[in-house]
């Protein structure tokens, strides 16, 4: 198993910018994918970001231009460098990670107010 810690969130106001991070623990493989989710109230779960531990990248197309997903291999963490938030932006942010099988954060909060 997989365990994911998530930090970073909070309130910001809008065109502010917030870095989180999330550190995997356990059976971490070589090959794996990492990256962040999003869900707003009464809204489903939408992808934001992807890395694979090769380096590629997927961007949602709302946050393209915007956010910055990167990772440190080593110290197996994933982080999201939010700039120019919007009010839209506000959600809870989940860490995701999948190697087969997914596992996912208790999630952080991330208020962008207008």
């Known amino acids: 198993q997989v365990q994911l810690v998530e930090s970073g969130g909070g309130l910001v106001q809008a065109g502010g910018s917030l870095r989180l991070s999330c550190a995997a623990s356990?059976?971490?493989?070589?090959?794996?994918?990492m990256g962040w989710y999003r869900q707003a109230p009464g809204q489903q779960r939408d992808l934001v970001a992807l890395?694979?531990?090769?380096?590629?990248?997927n961007y949602a197309d709302s946050v393209k231009g915007r956010f910055t997903i990167s990772r440190d291999n080593a110290k197996n963490t994933v982080y999201l460098q939010m700039n120019s938030l919007k009010p839209e932006d506000t959600a809870v942010y989940y860490c995701t990670y999948a190697a087969g099988v997914n596992s996912w954060g208790q999630g952080t909060q991330v208020t962008v107010s207008s």
């Open positions: 356990g059976s971490i493989g070589r090959l794996n994918v």
């Open positions: 890395i694979s531990s090769g380096g590629g990248t």
